[in-house]
């Protein structure tokens, strides 16, 4: 019987990399998904992006929209500092498994909280079921016209406090241009463009980061 794609990229992290260390199974899956298939982790160079914003904000708290299978999971989890929490959401059962077991074997289990659902549905109960006040930073890397609606609602249900920072992937491909215009003309924001490529490929994308300035 037919494995999933998540499925198959879970063997190769068992097979290639060494259980606790998060380094490897990023590596693991990075090689996997250039060398034998395509998949949509923020991959290596938006990655390493992504870990330079992560280090430089070094949250206590963080949201991820759009977990997959684990990859951004574990780049941000393996930088946190002691007591800080990842919350990452994922819609489908099915893949949410496979994250959990990839976030197991990385050995950061203990900093993340894999929360099933849709954004929609769980932004407004992330204060009263995580005892959550505010987010330090969000990544945002689940459907993307949700990108603006679930902005908004992080706005609305108060999660966003001065200095909180938004990072949001494949701005460019598949895009978001509804995101880019809401978030860059917005006077409550202060965004920047860093240019990158669509993982495993030249295709053109980037992340962009916002600055919440209350
Ligand atoms: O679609 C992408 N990601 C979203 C996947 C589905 C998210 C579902 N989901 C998860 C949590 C959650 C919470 N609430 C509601 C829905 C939720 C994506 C696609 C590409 C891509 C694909 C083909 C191509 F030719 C070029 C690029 C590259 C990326 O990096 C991506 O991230
Ligand atoms: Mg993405």
Redesign the pocket.
Known sequence: TQTTRPQRILKAVQKNATKGDPDSVISAIDHYCKHSEWA???GDEKGSILDSVVSEVNPSTVLE????CGYSAVRIARLLSPGSKLIT????PAIAAIAKQIIAYAGIQDKVTLVE????DLIPKMKECFGITSFDFIFL????D?YVPDTKLLEECGLLRKGTVLLA??VI??GAPEYLKYIRNNRRYESRYYPAH??YTK?EDGLEKSIFLG
């Open positions: 949509m982790n923020v929209l759009g977990t997959y959401v994922e819609f489908n659902g849709s954004s929609g890397d689940h459907w993307k949700r992937d494949n491909c598949p669509l993982e295709v």
